[in-house]
């Protein structure tokens, strides 16, 4: 148990589908991170929230919305995706300046 | 822009032999973090190094790094079909609005009998 609790695990959404991506931490961290694992691709970072305030946007297409309620709470909440985000996404907490990343065990989101 | 590679992406050993994995980075970085994924699993974190010369050992696993050269390795030592799984490197910058992290491709490491 990491600590970081992510649902659902597994998602299958059609293009015109609205859902959201849950994640939960609870070890008291103060930013949180949205982590995007395509397969043979390096893990992309998508958003960075610090205490509550989303810090980094890294050119994420505007499909992917983010919401940060609390220091303890991520969202992702997608919108006419696209075959190719199909993905595992991952969530992650940490205490800022403290040494490393927790990470959730994700969401495998299948785009049809 | 910050760029993480390693290699190899792929490596298949033996049990009982040894061998390293390498991570080049590109530009300095405050520092270094490996990561391990098994398939369908969350990223645990190994070792995280913080200085030039640094080096850290974990049972089988030993991770060094050459700040200077922008190298880190980690090095397996008689290999057990347990440390079958998916090796990251990762490069942190730390900063007041959260720790950024690069991650290089992975290593997928296989451990056969």
């Known amino acids: 148990e990491t600590g970081v609790t992510q649902t659902p695990r597994h998602l299958v959404m059609g293009m015109t589908n609205k859902k959201s991506l849950k994640c939960e931490q609870h070890?008291?961290?103060?930013?949180m991170y949205w982590y995007k694992q395509s397969a043979k691709k390096p893990l992309e970072l998508m958003f960075v929230?610090?205490?509550?305030?989303?810090?980094e946007n890294n050119s994420v297409p505007s499909r992917f919305s983010p919401e940060c309620p609390n220091s303890s709470h991520l969202f992702l909440h997608l919108h006419t995706l696209q075959p190719e985000d199909s993905a595992l996404y991952l969530c992650?907490?940490?205490?800022?300046?403290?040494?490393?990343?927790?990470f959730g065990s994700g969401t495998q989101l299948s785009v049809l | 822009e910050l760029k993480v590679e390693q290699n190899p992406l792929f490596l298949s050993m033996q049990e009982g032999k040894n061998y390293t994995i390498y991570c080049n980075y590109s530009?300095?970085?405050?520092?270094l973090y490996w990561y391990r994924q098994d398939p369908g699993k969350s990223l645990e974190s190994l070792f995280v190094?913080?200085?030039?010369?640094a080096v850290k050992q974990e049972g089988r696993l030993m991770a060094s790094l050459d700040t200077k050269a922008r190298l880190s390795t980690l090095h397996i030592t008689a290999a057990v079909h347990d440390l079958s799984a998916t090796y990251f490197c990762?490069?942190?910058?730390?900063?007041?609005?959260?720790?950024?992290?690069?991650f290089g491709t992975g290593t997928r490491l296989a451990v056969r009998p």
């Open positions: 992650a907490s940490s205490q800022v300046w403290v040494e490393k990343l927790f």
């Open positions: 929230y610090n205490f509550k305030e989303q810090t």
């Open positions: 530009t300095t970085s405050d520092r």
């Open positions: 070890l008291g961290h103060n930013a």
């Open positions: 190094l913080l200085s030039n010369g």
């Open positions: 990762a490069v942190g910058k730390v900063k007041s609005s959260g720790d950024k992290l690069t």
